[in-house]
């Protein structure tokens, strides 16, 4: 079976740094970007960037460009998010997600399948 | 930036009703670069559709997808108890972040 596994729940005070992990297995690592998804308290999901395991290429979002670090492992098929100075409006539930590439006729079409189980982090004072 | 915009907000049904959740973008989608997600409660989002119409794997097939441009619907042909949840639209546009709907929530009347 195809697994992300995240890391667990944090607590941090605002100005502290942090780092959570999204382990691959069950597929070809190389593969496959590894999205993250920022999803707020009662909020949808907001994608935040994509990196890809091979050649550590990284995409932000412009909304996440210089706020977060991502960055890949690919011996141990394990990716990272990682804040040098968290905020209060950090707090959030934190996904990873594999980007899947899929046929559609004469496309190729995108999904993120399957996703981590979430990464909780709490930032107060 | 591409923005989607899904309507209605929340959608109040009994079982073995039709849903029909709408996913509005702002501006065209080359491929029908859209996918759709169900979120329940604790749970990571769960790939539904993908390239606008092509159902994900293991999902069942009372749920559907179609449109194309900016216009898109997600339908579900009777709901069963376990679909009452979030849905979320997102899209994969070439030129602009992969941005999420708002959600439309599915409940139970």
């Known amino acids: 079976d195809v697994l992300l596994v995240q890391s667990g729940a944090e607590v941090k005070k605002p100005g502290e740094s942090l780092t959570i992990s999204c382990k691959s297995s069950?597929?070809?690592?190389?593969?496959?970007?590894i999205a993250w998804v920022r999803q707020m308290p009662g909020k949808g999901p907001e994608y935040m960037g994509v990196i890809s395991p091979s050649d550590s290429e990284t995409i932000y979002s412009p909304s996440f460009q210089g706020q977060v670090t991502i960055s890949v492992d690919a011996s141990t098929s394990t990716t990272y998010l990682h804040w040098r100075s968290l905020k209060a409006s950090d707090t959030a539930t934190y996904y990873c997600a594999r980007l899947l590439a899929l046929h559609c006729g004469r496309a190729t079409c995108h999904g993120f399948d399957p996703w981590g189980q979430g990464s909780l982090v709490t930032v107060s004072s | 930036e591409l923005v989607l915009t899904q309507s209605p907000g929340t959608l109040s049904l009994s079982p073995g009703e039709r849903a029909a959740l709408s996913c509005r973008a702002s501006?065209?989608?080359?491929?029908?670069?859209l996918a759709w997600y169900q979120q329940k409660p604790g749970q990571a989002p769960r790939l539904l559709i993908y390239?606008?119409?092509t159902r994900a794997t293991d999902v069942p097939d009372r749920f559907g997808g179609s449109g194309s441009g900016t216009d898109f619907t997600l339908t579900i042909s009777g709901v069963e108890p376990e679909d009452f949840a979030v849905y979320y639209c997102?899209?994969?546009?070439?030129?602009?972040?992969?941005?999420f709907g708002q959600g439309t929530r599915l409940e139970i009347k």
């Open positions: 390239g606008a119409s």
């Open positions: 069950g597929y070809t690592f190389s593969n496959h970007f």
């Open positions: 997102q899209h994969f546009g070439p030129s602009s972040p992969w941005t």
């Open positions: 501006q065209r989608l080359t491929h029908n670069y």
